[in-house]
């Protein structure tokens, strides 16, 4: 597995990477070698470790090498340029991406809700505290930026006018910043029970319990791959499922995969974590328009061009579709 970091490598290093690696998406082989990116780390982005780790790529006759992106942009950028063939990724990249012209489009999505909670220090403990609180990012456009700004508007708190918003980084270094006390709240993936505990943090807002409808994690292409490699798209998506009703169906196996994924050691948190996004993580992972129609909503709100945006434009359900309609899916749980 390769890790990329934009900071140190630019989007041309990358394309060179590429190019140097094996053959892309070579149909007229038995097997079809391809890159497959992802850009968290988190259980609904485990479904492309267990494709590998369960030889769900090899049962497709895919060859797969799987290469971790840190930021959206990069991550559109690569899967436009042709250099990685199928990205997991949050809705708001793929729109921006679409925005700025590129022939995008999200074949699957395995969760229609945000899962993220926000947390703040010991001595915030309800969301009416947070007027005047400086709250903490990634960065500006990105899928923590989105569901920040929604949860806080979902509690009538103005993200513009009654918070300060600053962008930190990762997942960690909030953390840092929050437990020394430099900012007084930031936005996490959930489940952040046990770990708040830990840190003497509190959870003000779950965004599962809020009920937001959301496109969060989904699988990336192009229009040219969906309509010249559609037997690869096939094939990858009939993986991709069989990942999902192994992650809801085998939880030992997966609470391992889970374990060197996510590097979580403590037995009590994975169980957290897995039981968290096991009824998270949709049977029928058919891209949702409804999600895709916040973020539509969201990005609209700072550039205009996303009003003439519909989720159709972005969105093609029917290889997902065919794997229902075929009976595959059920079979898998029976």
Known sequence: MRRLNPGSITVIALMLLMISASPVLSQGKEITSLHVGYSAVNPPSSLVWIMKEEGLFEENKLQASLIFMRGGTTHTQAIIAGDVQFGQLTGPPGLSAYLAGGPVVYIASSQDMMTYQLVARSDIKNVSQLSGKTLAISQYGASADFALRLMLKHVEINPEKQVKILQIGDEAARLAALIKGHIDGTIVNA?????????????????????????????????????????????????????????????????????????????????????????????????SATGLQTVINVTAQSNPKAKNVKPEDLIEPRFVRELEASGYIDSLYR
């Open 191 to 287: 489940p952040f029970g046990l770990s708040a505990k830990q840190y003497n943090l509190n959870v003000l807002l779950d965004s599962t319990k809020l009920n937001i409808p959301y496109f969060n994690t989904g699988i990336l292409t192009t229009r040219t791959i969906m309509r010249d490699q559609s037997d690869t798209v096939r094939r990858f998506i009939r993986g991709y499922v069989k990942a999902i009703s192994y992650f809801k169906t085998r939880p030992e196996p997966i609470k391992k995969i889970l374990q060197r994924f996510s590097k979580i050691d403590d037995p009590t948190r994975l169980h957290e974590t897995y039981s968290y996004f096991r009824e998270s993580i949709l049977k029928i992972p058919a891209p």
